[in-house]
């Protein structure tokens, strides 16, 4: 029999390099050799065993990127050596939400990497359908960010863009981040972002965003160049308490606050500024399909190599994932395929 290495979710507080055997594909399936693979803000719910519906052992991971090793397909589309991402949801096909045009808000969505093993090994095995063909010369690494910049470009997409002077984000970690590129992107004049976090204000300004600490000098900047109006259009990346207190006053009246933010349990929203003015609070979950085409003809474009700012082996993943969940790396890849290296440097 053979095994190979995978990053387990072993129970609460536990993620740990261990050998597992190696998959067998069957029919309309295919073997993935991973060769990037992100942690995700809700790996650290996971690992916390606080996720609804992960169960130890679990093999993490859903923002990866990869090469065919082996592959069952009846169609043509797909072929050994393809280098390709994952569209890793898994709808139901039959609820309202599937059968009228939007399976990313299926009542029984499910994702490789929560429900069932995900792609942070050595390889992995998935249907062909998931599989997503990465552009000739895309690293891996920005392959592993497609994934996220996906939820990046369906949160800008919940809303129009016309007449946006000025758009807000809270949060700047690898989705605010992103969030705020695709927006300067697609033609925004004023994009703002925020954090709590000195290093993370820090690599938003790298990017040449307006980047400052949330609260008070983040109100006054936003009035001052909105003629004290608010913001068009406010992103809750942070997901935090305190940004679900702060969007409403930032917002214009019949401004726009969409949250991409996942919230662990309900906060308080200011409902009467809601009222007052009229703002429209938009959900945006995770993406459709057609968001991975846009974000991989983004990603072309965008300097998305200093979201990474750290990498590491596959035996390394309990230090990675400390590190990640401290917040002092942004976004955090498992390279497998340097196995052998401990700690990896990033090839730019
Ligand atoms: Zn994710
Ligand atoms: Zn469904």
Sequence with gaps: ????IAARYMGPDRIEPAEVLLPEIGDEEALIEVEACGFCGSDINIVAGTHPR???PLTLGH???GRVVQLKSSS???AIGDRVTIYPLISCQHCYACTHGNPHVCRDLRLFGFDMDGGMAQFVKL???ALIKLPDGMSAQIGALIEPLAVAVHGVSRTSLQDVEIVVVLGAGPIGLLTALVARARGVPHVIISDIL????ELAKSFGLRALKAGNALWQMVMELSNQNGA???FDCAGHPSSAKEMTSLARSRGVIVNLGVYKRPVEIDLQALNFREIEILGSRVYKREDFEAAI?????????RIVTHAYSLRDVTTAFEQFRSGEVCKALILPLREKDGTVRLSW
Excluded: F, G, H, N
């Design 1 to 4: 029999m053979k095994t190979m």
């Design 54 to 56: 992960a169960k130890a």
């Design 63 to 65: 923002e990866l990127s």
């Design 76 to 78: 043509a589309e797909m």
């Design 127 to 129: 249907p062909v359908s």
């Design 198 to 201: 000195p290093a993370r204000i």
């Design 232 to 234: 068009d259009l406010i």
């Design 297 to 305: 003809t983004l990603a072309l474009q965008l300097p998305l190599e």
